[in-house]
């Protein structure tokens, strides 16, 4: 380095957040007496505009040429800053951040143990920052497409902005149709629109609209590269049906020989498909799939003299030879909208959900009360012994959700007003009916709910204060036996149907797209937001976004808006065209490499190859990292025992003094 | 010793899953001891074990390194190589009668900031019952 | 031992126009001695020995000797070396190979089945050198010693060298030629030295070690006699940063035994040549075994036998060993 280093030293109060528990004075003094420090000062907020002139005011006064600031995490401020100092022409790299409120201030009570350590850090800070060198960010373009996982509410959605912004939009879902669970439902809360009404036709936009490309009944295979240069490859399932030919009639269906004999994913089980289906009648594509693990003909290999699917399809797209297909594109930016699952009613054995008949689930009251479901929308229960037009009813509330035994500690935000809704809908078919709510607070809390709650109450819908705890049949009723807890108690109601208000959990095949997209999980297993409050679309990996439940529980107006969000983000490279490359990236040292290849085998973005090169006479092999796919891990550099490959701002050269600086030892 | 041997303890922690935890331990203002000082590194994959004698060497009583579960690495297989890489220097110190309890390792996720306290707590209870690495610290030279 | 056969193979060898010399092994100046020996052309092979003094692992010289600057105005001479190798000093080509420090094709390797080495220093303690040229051969399991007149029957397990007893692979792992039949694996004796050293408490350990580190002069022959250790550029030679000091101590002795025995986990193929040359006693070896023990173990992993093996260090099973980890 031909630069004396000039240090600036700058210790933010937050506020009280540090200043509080951390003598911000006397880390500023001592920070003034350590090597090449010029200047240290301490402000009440340094990511503020009057904080950042302070650093910029003194890096021309003094001409610093490294600064550090030790204020919050550099998760945080770290871009803040690093901006700071390119606006006054100092590189930006030539920044270290001491982290003295996430990791001190706020996580130690002794002002003299958090002083202390809190100078520590900045001796850390001011050993590295000298040794760091400067960098320039790099930009590659970005390809102006985009990935979309799931073709629920969500993900139709954010293809439908992307692809009206004029960029292209791949659309995966791996079931044979688009729609999601949105599709399942009959009415939404609070306004009662039909759910089939508002969703249909943006279902039939995605698959109408020129800049999306729908692959239904497909799932992505394999993701690698970055921001902006995503290779994607997805498989298309083999639907065993030309979709260029299949018209969607259904004769295919009705001839089958296994017709309507298999329980509908779509109807919850409570309807029959047979092994060639369209999962409902507003399937979009419209087109017909056989299921491979029902079709006589693909499980046996012969389906009597020949498939009846075939003699019965006029246009000829039934094809057996039909195989698994791999699809590869590059897109710039991933939208995982993957969705959730309802929890399995049958955690809670002491509701006795797979005992008897007339205990369902939300969804299933869904499918139940719907116009297109399996009894075309007549509430039918079958008591055990015959089916019946129910007159009592209760619902359960927080099946699943709130729930520690279950590990679901979260609250689940629908089921109160699916509940709600689906209470009023009874009483709308069945006005003589008595519906009784078991709740353990009724949570009301969007736009309109509160409202909705007082009308299904003023409609006669009782609400009883308990959390039941069992349910068991006498004669042809179901007995609920619960505590009212308002008064304190007990009580055996009888119904002929009682309702479990399921929750959401995250989706069992979640792991598939976390191993994917290196995604993380929060505690409650959904996927995890880059941070809770600033971040909410964001993952922690650049161009990969989040929209609807996958990320937790929802409702329509919240995901729809989440999706929204996630497509406005996502096409903030596309529309750019540039995606900025981190500069932190491996370089090998050549002359010391002894071309082993330990790096190559380590790196997991196979960035680095040996290259000959002629050292002294001799040709020799040695490691060169493209830098294009280099992310910067540093895997490589631990590995190698020449220490000949180094991460760029994480060198050994400058980890080693900040080793030195906490070890204390001079 | 009449008063607590407080320890001292460098740690090393991956950018993506345990200083992510750590800055979540604060922002729920998690409480654990002081002791322990954070080098953040953006993956363990980066640690090379040699930090470890290095740190001890420099005046650390105890070091500790953790990054993302199995199966979460941000780089997809860095912490696999920490993981074995660590596994053969903790074995190396063991044998050359360094206390283990001076080296630990851990997994702690973005979203575990109370797993975060515990392994520290470890960490600092583990060092203590070590007491001061004087033996092996770095000698001045002088002449 | 046909050390008849050994030459002609050596002189044929050596006369091939792809073959830039032959490593071997010749009788030393004094007593016991023995050294190393380069063959350019048939007429040295006449030198040429190999008996249970030839305990000196040649495969350092792979890379020791090779890529050395070219003069200006020269051409780099890329013919193939040819070596003699015991089983251990397979393993170091093998080894090599899988680090790229040669290419299988550049090196000739003449495999020694091995029917076991002596520890010069026991020999020279019971058998005090003299300056009347000895001869050593094998007789049956045990050494023979020649020397004048004298025939002396010297028990296996009298001199037999460490390394030796606890040998696992006694044939050369890879070869191109091979001289001799293939000897019969030993029963692999017990490795006592480590178990000794693990059955201590820590404190005791550390003890040990301190006494035997204390000792080091950092003459850094452990270093340059390991085939393996062969960067040109040796990380704890560096000034920029500085791993360990250059102060001869205890703490940087430490930092610096640490370091060597850390870098060759999963790579050491055992061949003794660190702990045969340290001019101090430090018994380096048992930090070696322990690691590669460690290896075999728990990792199922043997370095050095499968030239097209992932090296260890750079690879990794999604279920390794992590029960240490919290």
């Given at each position: 380095m031909t630069e004396k280093p000039k240090l600036g030293v700058y210790v933010c109060h937050c506020g009280i957040n540090i200043s509080a528990t951390v003598d911000v004075e006397a880390v500023s003094d001592y920070a003034q007496g350590l090597p090449n420090v010029v200047v240290a000062r301490n402000y009440s907020y340094m990511c503020s505009d009057p904080g950042q002139l302070l650093i910029k005011d003194d890096i021309k006064e003094y001409g610093l040429n490294r600064i550090v600031v030790a204020s919050c995490s550099p998760r945080m401020h770290e871009p803040t800053f690093r901006k700071a100092l390119q606006e006054v022409g100092l590189n930006p790299y030539f920044l270290e951040m001491a982290n003295i409120r996430e990791q001190c201030s706020w996580v130690h009570q002794d002002r003299e143990e958090a002083t202390a350590k809190a100078k520590n850090l900045v001796a850390a800070a001011v050993a590295?920052?000298?040794?760091?060198?400067?960098?320039?960010?790099?930009?590659?373009?970005?390809?102006?497409?985009?990935?979309?996982?799931?073709?629920?509410?969500?993900?139709?959605?954010?293809?439908?902005?992307?692809?009206?912004?004029?960029?292209?939009?791949?659309?995966?879902?791996?079931?044979?149709?688009?729609?999601?669970?949105?599709?399942?439902?009959?009415?939404?809360?609070?306004?009662?629109?039909?759910?089939?009404?508002?969703?249909?036709?943006?279902?039939?936009?995605?698959?109408?609209?020129?800049?999306?490309?729908?692959?239904?009944?497909?799932?992505?295979?394999?993701?690698?590269?970055?921001?902006?240069?995503?290779?994607?490859?997805?498989?298309?399932?083999?639907r065993y049906v030309d979709v260029s030919k299949c018209t969607g009639c259904g004769d295919c269906a009705e001839a089958c020989r296994l017709a309507n004999r298999f329980p509908s994913e779509f109807d919850?089980?409570?309807?029959?498909?047979?092994?060639?289906?369209?999962?409902?009648?507003?399937?979009?594509?419209?087109?017909?799939?056989?299921?491979?693990?029902?079709?006589?003909?693909?499980?046996?290999?012969?389906?009597?003299?020949?498939?009846?699917?075939?003699?019965?399809?006029?246009?000829?797209?039934?094809?057996?030879?039909?195989?698994?297909?791999?699809?590869?594109?590059?897109?710039?930016?991933?939208?995982?909208?993957?969705?959730?699952?309802?929890?399995?009613?049958n955690k809670k054995p002491e509701y006795g959900y797979s005992d008897y008949p007339n205990v369902i689930t939300g969804l299933e009251m869904e499918r139940l009360v719907s116009a297109s479901g399996p009894t075309g929308g007549e509430i039918l229960v079958d008591n055990g012994e015959e089916k019946i037009v129910p007159k009592e009813i209760a619902f359960i509330q927080c099946v699943g959700s709130r729930d520690q035994s279950v590990g679901n500690e979260y609250c689940s935000r629908v089921c109160c007003m699916y509940t709600a809704k689906q209470a009023h809908l009874i009483k709308d078919k069945i006005?003589?009916?008595?519906?009784k709510v078991y709740y353990i607070d009724v949570r009301a809390f969007g736009k309109g709910f509160e409202e909705f709650y007082d009308r299904v109450r003023r409609e006669g819908i009782r609400y009883v204060r308990g959390n039941p705890s069992e349910i068991f049949k006498e004669g042809n009723k179901l007995v609920v036996k619960v505590e009212d807890t308002l008064t304190a108690t007990p009580r055996e109601d009888k119904f002929d149907l009682v309702v479990l208000a399921v929750g959401l959990t995250p989706r069992s095949d979640d792991r598939k797209i976390i191993d994917l997209l290196r995604l993380s999980q929060s505690p409650d297993r959904f996927l995890m937001e880059a941070h809770p409050k600033l971040r909410p679309v964001d993952t922690a990996s650049d161009g990969i976004f989040l929209a609807g439940c996958c990320q937790g529980p929802k409702d329509?107006?919240?995901?729809?808006?989440?999706?929204?969000?996630?497509?406005?983000?996502?096409?903030?490279?596309?529309?750019?065209?540039?995606?900025?490359?981190?500069?932190?990236?491996?370089?090998?040292?050549?002359?010391?490499?002894?071309?082993?290849?330990?790096?190559?085998?380590?790196?997991?973005?196979?960035?680095?190859?040996?290259?000959?090169?002629?050292?002294?006479?001799?040709?020799?092999?040695?490691?060169?990292?493209?830098?294009?796919?280099?992310?910067g891990c540093g895997s490589c550099s631990a590995g190698c025992l020449s220490n000949s490959i180094q991460p760029r701002s994480f060198r050994d050269r400058q980890i080693l003094p900040q080793i030195a600086a906490l070890g204390g030892i001079e | 010793m009449s008063e607590q041997f407080k320890p001292n303890i460098v740690a090393f922690l991956c950018n993506w899953c345990t200083y992510a935890g750590a800055d979540l331990a604060g922002t729920s203002r998690?409480?654990?001891?002081?002791?322990?000082?954070?080098?953040?590194?953006?993956?363990?994959?980066?640690?090379?074990?040699?930090?470890?004698?290095?740190?001890?060497?420099?005046?650390?009583?105890?070091?500790?390194?953790?990054?993302?579960?199995?199966?979460?690495?941000?780089?997809?297989?860095?912490?696999?190589?920490?993981?074995?890489?660590?596994?053969?220097?903790?074995?190396?110190?063991?044998?050359?009668?360094?206390?283990?309890?001076?080296?630990?390792?851990?997994?702690?996720?973005?979203?575990?900031?109370?797993?975060?306290?515990?392994?520290?707590?470890?960490?600092?209870?583990?060092?203590?019952?070590?007491?001061?690495?004087?033996?092996?610290?770095?000698?001045?030279?002088?002449? | 031992?046909?050390?008849?056969?050994?030459?002609?193979?050596?002189?044929?060898?050596?006369?091939?126009?792809?073959?830039?010399?032959?490593?071997?092994?010749?009788?030393?100046?004094?007593?016991?001695?023995?050294?190393?020996?380069?063959?350019?052309?048939?007429?040295?092979?006449?030198?040429?020995?190999?008996?249970?003094?030839?305990?000196?692992?040649?495969?350092?010289?792979?890379?020791?000797?090779?890529?050395?600057?070219?003069?200006?105005?020269?051409?780099?001479?890329?013919?193939?070396?040819?070596?003699?190798?015991?089983?251990?000093?397979?393993?170091?080509?093998?080894?090599?190979i899988v680090e790229k420090g040669i290419k299988r094709e550049d090196v000739v390797v003449i495999g020694m089945p091995c029917p076991g080495m002596i520890d010069w220093k026991l020999l020279a303690e019971r058998y005090p050198e003299t300056d009347v040229a000895a001869e050593i051969g094998w007789k049956g399991e045990d050494f023979l010693l020649i020397r004048g007149e004298e025939e002396i029957t010297i028990p296996r397990a009298e001199v037999l060298a460490e390394k030796c007893r606890l040998c696992r692979h006694p044939n050369p792992v890879l070869s191109d030629i091979t001289i001799g039949e293939a000897v019969e694996p030993w029963a692999v004796a017990e490795d006592s030295g480590v178990a000794e050293i693990e059955a201590k408490e820590a404190a005791e350990r550390w003890d040990y070690w301190e006494e035997q580190f204390s000792k080091c002069i950092r003459c850094y022959s452990c270093r340059n006699a390991c085939p393996l250790c062969y960067c040109e550029d040796c990380i704890l030679d560096r000034l920029d940063p500085i791993w360990v000091n250059?102060?001869?101590?205890?703490?940087?002795?430490?930092?610096?035994?640490?370091?060597?025995?850390?870098?060759?986990?999963?790579?050491?193929?055992?061949?003794?040549?660190?702990?045969?040359?340290?001019?101090?006693?430090?018994?380096?070896?048992?930090?070696?075994?322990?690691?590669?023990?460690?290896?075999?173990?728990?990792?199922?992993?043997?370095?050095?036998?499968?030239?097209?093996?992932?090296?260890?260090?750079?690879?990794?099973?999604?279920?390794d060993p992590e029960e240490f980890i919290l």
């Open positions: 590295k920052v000298r040794l760091l060198e400067p960098l320039a960010p790099r930009e590659v373009d970005a390809e102006p497409a985009a990935l979309v996982i799931g073709a629920g509410i969500a993900g139709i959605q954010a293809s439908l902005d992307i692809a009206d912004a004029g960029f292209k939009v791949y659309l995966v879902e791996q079931s044979p149709s688009v729609g999601g669970r949105m599709a399942q439902l009959d009415k939404t809360f609070p306004t009662l629109d039909c759910s089939a009404c508002i969703l249909t036709p943006k279902m039939v936009d995605v698959a109408n609209h020129p800049n999306i490309e729908l692959l239904a009944y497909s799932e992505v295979e394999e993701v690698s590269g970055f921001v902006g240069n995503f290779e994607v490859k997805v498989r298309r399932k083999a919850e089980g409570m309807g029959k498909r047979s092994a060639i289906y369209l999962p409902f009648p507003q399937a979009v594509p419209a087109k017909y799939t056989i299921d491979p693990e029902k079709c006589l003909f693909l499980t046996r290999g012969r389906c009597g003299k020949s498939p009846k699917c075939v003699d019965a399809c006029k246009p000829g797209a039934i094809d057996f030879e039909q195989k698994d297909e791999i699809v590869s594109f590059k897109v710039g930016a991933i939208i995982v909208a993957t969705g959730f699952d309802v929890f399995d009613a006005p003589d009916a008595t519906v329509i107006p919240d995901t729809v808006a989440q999706a929204k969000g996630a497509a406005a983000s996502a096409m903030i490279p596309l529309a750019r065209g540039k995606v900025a490359i981190d500069a932190q990236v491996a370089e090998v040292i050549e002359d010391t490499c002894r071309g082993c290849g330990f790096c190559v085998s380590i790196c997991p973005y196979s960035a680095i190859e040996l290259v000959t090169i002629n050292r002294m006479g001799n040709m020799v092999e040695v490691a060169r990292v493209n830098e294009a796919l280099c992310k | 998690i409480q654990y001891p002081a002791n322990v000082k954070i080098i953040r590194v953006m993956c363990s994959g980066r640690v090379n074990p040699l930090y470890v004698v290095n740190a001890l060497q420099q005046g650390a009583d105890g070091v500790l390194i953790s990054g993302c579960h199995p199966g979460d690495c941000h780089y997809m297989e860095g912490n696999y190589y920490a993981r074995r890489r660590l596994k053969l220097l903790k074995e190396l110190l063991e044998f050359t009668g360094v206390d283990p309890r001076r080296f630990n390792m851990s997994w702690v996720s973005a979203s575990e900031g109370h797993k975060w306290k515990e392994v520290v707590e470890k960490a600092v209870e583990d060092a203590i019952a070590a007491g001061p690495f004087d033996q092996f610290r770095r000698r001045q030279i002088g002449w | 031992m046909d050390l008849d056969k050994l030459r002609k193979t050596a002189a044929e060898v050596v006369s091939r126009d792809d073959v830039k010399y032959l490593i071997g092994w010749r009788r030393g100046t004094f007593g016991y001695r023995v050294a190393p020996h380069f063959i350019e052309d048939a007429a040295g092979v006449d030198e040429l020995i190999f008996s249970p003094l030839c305990i000196a692992n040649l495969a350092n010289y792979l890379t020791l000797t090779e890529k050395l600057p070219v003069p200006r105005g020269q051409e780099a001479d890329t013919r193939k070396v040819a070596l003699l190798v015991k089983g251990c000093d397979s393993r170091a080509v093998a080894q090599l250059r102060a001869v101590n205890f703490s940087e002795n430490t930092a610096f035994h640490l370091a060597r025995a850390f870098h060759l986990a999963g790579r050491c193929v055992e061949c003794g040549e660190c702990e045969r040359v340290c001019p101090v006693g430090i018994p380096l070896g048992k930090l070696n075994r322990k690691l590669a023990r460690t290896v075999r173990e728990e990792y199922g992993f043997e370095p050095g036998l499968d030239p097209e093996a992932e090296p260890f260090q750079a690879s990794f099973k999604p279920d």
